[in-house]
């Protein structure tokens, strides 16, 4: 019986010997192919086996190796030794860069429909139906959205997938980084604090959930970068908490035996408080993402900035591989010039559809707490939605008629960067914009709103804690996101923050 067990044994021991050595060589040619290619491309290629180096030696996608990290960048962007592109030619190229560029025609549209209402929430004047006037506007950020989406994708081509993602992220919010300037310019702050936690949980739960279960649908997980997963689990948390430190202290406030009775004098004293605390912490969390961003795109190392770690994926070094190789359609200064301008457009076309919106609200008798935390910011979205919509419905036909993409091995997660962006640099943004222009922002926000935050963040950092996402775990964000907006629908407010808020003095324009 023992001469049994003893064989059982040792023939699963040797299995498992067999099975981890199969493992292990297995990743050794996986090792030594991409050694081989990047070593034939950097021209070095020997007919001698090359050694294999450890992880963090592993070779990069890039033929200018040698190169110090600013002097790679700055060639890259010249295209050093490349044909450059003419203006005529990178202007031919946006133009027919989409059939969506079709719908520029709506712009003009849409802004003479605002200028010929009257823009007025408690006299509307509705000369073309405010319906209308917030579709016109929709169809008009479409264009509007794609042109920065292409932008984004030519000026990747030039500055590479690190320094290309901060781009499209920036530009991502543009629209949202607008209606928030233009609530604040309206004084609508109450609506301004609502509009931001619906910002911030659109792009951390619902955005990057639809690009899971999509992008996992033909795939067991999709990888992220891991380098800047682990940061963002640790600046997601913070920007999150900073918003509950003035809401304990309100609330301890306002409990506390010290305040006494409600009066003038205790409000206006606590708001001095608030505020002082919210221009102290918007200047820390300006400084956090400063120094975030400078880690992840300049790491400690030789050569390590503006390209991926080296121990990224192998799916994220193709995919800088493949933009180093690609051809890009438009010169870079005029890709600039495309960019500032189309944002210069986008910002009072959006304008108008805020505008629009906001008396289609008031005749509905829609809760302002839904329609800042759930509508406005979707509403903001909707033109991303579009074409988010139309690539879903054409990449679905292609697979009907038989012609099947091969699947996309990088989770689309640049959404949550996005998220975090908006907190730990667009917020604190308008809160020292308020300051400066004499409009009491602050990060004392509702206990509802942080209350939900904190739960997103919880929920998305469990997500990506591996660096690995599937389609079930991108439909437990939407169904939670879902859960947010039903519960929402029922709350109408917090008095208290709203009379704080409203007690200081808001000037009437910059």
């Known amino acids: ?138 169809i008009a950020l479409v264009p509007l959205e794609r042109s920065l989406e292409y932008g984004g994708d030519q000026i990747s081509l030039y500055c590479g997938k690190e320094i290309g993602d901060l781009i499209i992220v920036t530009l991502n919010n543009a629209v949202e980084a607008t209606l928030a300037i233009i609530l604040l310019v309206k004084c609508e702050l109450r609506l301004l604090q609502a509009t931001v936690i619906g910002v911030i949980l659109l792009h951390l739960l619902f955005v990057p959930g639809i690009a899971f279960i999509i992008g996992g649908a033909k795939l067991i997980y999709q990888s992220l970068n891991p380098h800047s997963a682990q940061l963002n689990h640790i600046l997601l948390l913070m920007g999150v908490l900073t918003l509950l430190l ?148 054409r990449t679905t036909a292609q697979y009907v008629l038989g012609w099947k993409r091969p699947p996309t091995r990088v989770a689309r997660a640049r959404s949550i960067d996005v998220s975090i962006q908006f907190n730990l640099f667009w917020l604190p943004f308008i809160i020292l914009l308020g300051w400066w222009s004499n409009r009491p922002m602050t990060l004392l926000f509702d206990t509802f709103e942080v209350s939900i935050l904190i739960g997103a963040c919880f929920l998305v950092n469990f997500v990506t804690a591996d660096a690995k996402t599937n389609w079930a775990e991108g439909a437990t964000m939407v169904a939670f996101y879902v859960m947010i907006a039903l519960t929402a629908w029922f709350y109408t407010g917090d008095e208290r923050i709203t009379t704080l808020l409203n007690s200081g003095q808001c000037s009437e324009s910059l």
């Not at 004047?125 to 405010?130: A, K």
């Not at 210069?344 to 008396?359: G, K």
Request: include cysteine; aromatic fraction near 10%.
């Open 1 to 138: 019986m023992s001469d049994t067990n003893l064989l059982d044994r040792s023939e699963k021991g040797l299995h498992d010997f067999r099975r981890q050595s199969t493992s292990f060589l297995r990743q050794m040619d996986i090792l030594n192919r991409e050694h081989r290619e990047q070593a034939a491309e950097d021209g070095q290629h020997s007919a001698s086996s090359p050694s294999i180096s450890p992880p963090s030696a592993r070779p990069r996608p890039s033929p200018l190796t040698g190169q110090a990290g600013s002097d790679w960048f700055k060639s890259r962007f010249m295209r050093t030794g490349k044909r450059q592109i003419g203006v005529l030619e990178s202007l031919r190229a946006i133009a027919i860069s989409s059939w969506l560029n079709v719908l520029y025609i709506f712009i003009p549209i849409s802004w003479a429909f605002h200028f010929t209402n009257h823009q007025d929430a408690e006299d509307p004047e509705e000369i073309w139906p405010f319906t209308i006037t917030f579709a016109m506007s929709l």
């Open 246 to 393: 003035p809401t304990a202290l309100f609330t301890t406030l306002q409990n506390s035996n010290a305040v006494g009775t409600e009066s003038t004098n205790s409000t206006q004293s606590i708001r001095e408080t608030v505020l002082m605390i919210s221009h102290g912490s918007a200047v820390i969390l300006l400084i956090v993402y400063t120094y975030s961003r400078v880690f992840l795109y300049n790491p400690p190392g030789d050569g390590n900035a503006f390209r991926p770690l080296p121990d990224a994926p192998t799916a994220l070094l193709e995919e800088e591989r493949a933009l180093l190789h690609e051809e890009p359609e438009v010169n870079q200064w005029v890709c600039i010039v495309f960019l500032l301008g189309t944002i210069a457009i986008m910002a009072p076309t959006a304008e108008w559809l805020v505008d629009s919106v906001e008396i289609v609200r008031s005749s509905s008798k829609i809760q302002a707490e839904w329609f800042g935390l759930i509508l406005l910011p979707l509403c903001s979205f909707a033109a991303d939605a579009i074409l988010s919509l139309g690539y879903f419905i």
